[in-house]
Structures are given as structure tokens and as C-alpha cells.
């Protein structure tokens, strides 16, 4: 939640635009309906002086046509000439195809990657400041060099901000560090952990939330951030999985697990929350839930931020019914599979009310630390279900 007394204080920098890319469209849709509706409703203030007429949409027509070679053009139909432009794009989204001589493409991260600078460009020179909201930060698992390879995102983001971008608005970042690669540009990374919180206590209503009930685990040291936070706030234990990988073999471009080896104290009879920022092929998760079935877990419940399932859905089917897991909380951030919705083990974080909270602040150019760390609604969330 914004702070309110700022925000009524403060006047947009420029007009507010959302120039909302095809990949993302049905959940830039939402957050374009959450501004406007809180605007008309006063939970917001208006818009610049002199401009008291709060519209229907902020959208930006936009798009991105391709000729018969694959190659494509960006244009934004309408001027933005001094706005605040916020482009948003979801560069998973393998759904959305295109035709290379005839032959059906699915549209790739590259592809997507290249239609958000196209937009760009359109709007460098034009737009007062343009914004990048990017939920899955594009190639943010090539964060690192280890041997002679490429660093991908760290390039990526270079690129971004040579061409004009002020600001670049991501989500669970793999590496926040990778900011490192533009340190005097604008870069946050948002955690959805509150949506998180009230997702579970919304559709696990029997839950309970204390040391001895329930545990937070790891899946590896890279998701130790989140697990510790989470934790802390809901005063509860926490463990975590070390993954043994065998680095003298790469398999689809990484090394493989060897086993995953468990820190924590005792899960008998306990609830466990697996909280990491994306499940992909979900082969290390299922390893990490057979270990905690293993150790007696009651109930397993997996949190991510982004649900990619790139091997399709029939090994958490498989699973489900073998009861190593109960559900699977993910975000509306990035594409999900019509068919996931119909899973009677998913439950789905709406991001979409909260995006349109960091939109309107960073429109007002004031302190996004009121929405970037939750601590008090989550507090207040947790007492408010104790409390029932």
C-alpha cells in the first residue's frame, strides 16, 4: 500500500500512459482497471494540475507487426509526447506466435525482448520518462560468469537504459545483485510475499500459523532470502536444501543435481511452505518433496513467483495424485496455461492491484519504500486470521 499522505501531497511527474505489450495484455488490463478505479473512488489522488478528467484507460495503443521474413517494426499509435510512459511485457509468453515463411514461431524471450526495445524507440525522444515494468527480468538466470560465456542480463539491462529507460520494475529478480550492471539508473526488484500470505490463508483456511504446525523451507541457497523473511515475519521455523550438483557434466545448459541435502529440525506432522522465485521443469521440487514426505511433512504447499512449467503438467499430475504435494501457489505475472487454472491443486496470487500501487507511486515520484517492504499489512493480515 502507497502512503497516502505523500501521495495526496505530491503531483505526477508527467501524465501517466501504459503502453501494454500482447504478451502481457489480459494482466495489463487488470492493473489499468485497479488505477482507474481507484482514482474515480478518491483511494487515489488525480492526475496533474489543470487535467481533473480521470479517463476510462491509460492505455497506449501499441503494437508490433511482423513482415513474412519474421523481421517486425514497433509503433505506437497515439502520442505520448511528455508522458509518464510505463511499458509492460511478459517475455515467457511462448503462446503468442508468428509466421517465417510461412512456418508457425512461437514467440521466444528474444522476440519479446526485441519488440519491448522497438516500443522504445518509438517513444525515446518523445515520452517525458519511459519505465520498463519486466515481471520474469529477461535472461536474469545468465547473471553470473563462471567460465568464458556471455552475461546476458547485465547486458540486457545496459542496453535498456542506453536507450533511454529511467526505470526498470521487476519482480523476485534471481540475482537482485545484477543491478550492479547500471548503479545509477533505476532498478527495483518487488516480492510478492504479502500476496503470497493471503493467498495461503485464504484457500489453506485450516492452517496453522506457528512453530509447531508449520515450517519454511528452502529449496536451495538461492531461495534463502525469501524462505528467511517469510519466516521471520510469520514466526515460524525454517529449513532449507542444499543442492550437491556434479559440475563436471552440463545437461540443457547446467550442471545436475546430485542430491539435495537437508538443514532444518524436525518435520513430523507439520505443514511446510516451499517457497523459491519460479518452478521451470519442477525436477529439483519434486526431489525436494519426496525428501519431505520423506521426513514425514503433513502437508506441502509450493510457493513461486513464476510458474513456467516447461515440461508441460503431467509430472505435477502424476505427483498430485501420489500426494508428495498439496498445492501450488503462483502469480499472475507471467503467462499460465489455461489448463493449469483447471487444477484443483493451483492457486493464483493476484499481482495485478499491487502493480498498479507501484505504478502510481513511482508516477508521483515519491519514496517506494511503503510498497516495496509489506511488513505492517502482513502483520496485520496474520492477526486479523489468528484473531478469527
Known sequence: MPDI?????????APLRLAVLDSIKPFGEKVNDHIVNMRKEGVLPLTVPGNVDIPDSYFVSVSCPRFGTGEAKGTIKESVRGCDLYIMTDITNYSLTYTVNGYLNHMSPDDHFQDLKRIIACATGQARR?????PFLY??????RTQRESLDCASALQELIDMGVSNIITFDAHDPRVQNAIPLSGFDSFSPSYQFVKALLK?????????????????DEGAMQRAVYLAGIMK???GMF?????????????????SHEFLGSDLTGKDVVVVDDMISSGGSMFDVAKQLKARNARRIIIMTTFGLFTDGLDKFDEFYSKGLFDKIICTNLTYLPPELKEREYFIEAD???????????????????????PDEKIHALLDKYNNR
Not at 5 to 13: A, G, Q, T
Not at 351 to 373: E, F, G, Q, R, W
Open 351 to 373: 499481482m495485478s492491484k499491487y502493480t498498479a500501487y507501484i505504478i502510481d507511486t513511482l508516477n508521483h515520484n515519491i519514496p517506494i519504500s511503503s510498497v516495496l517492504t
Open 242 to 258: 542444499y543442492k550437491r550438483r556434479d559440475y563436471s557434466v552440463i545437461v540443457n545448459g547446467k550442471n545436475p543435481i546430485i
Open 236 to 238: 515460524v521455523d525454517m
Open 5 to 13: 499522505n505523500l501521495l495526496e501531497r505530491s503531483v505526477p511527474v
Open 203 to 219: 484457500n489453506v483456511d485450516d492452517i496453522k500459523v506457528d512453530s509447531d504446525h508449520l515450517m519454511i523451507i528452502s529449496p
Open 139 to 144: 535472461e536474469s538466470r545468465q547473471h553470473k
Open 130 to 134: 519511459i519505465n520498463v515494468i519486466m
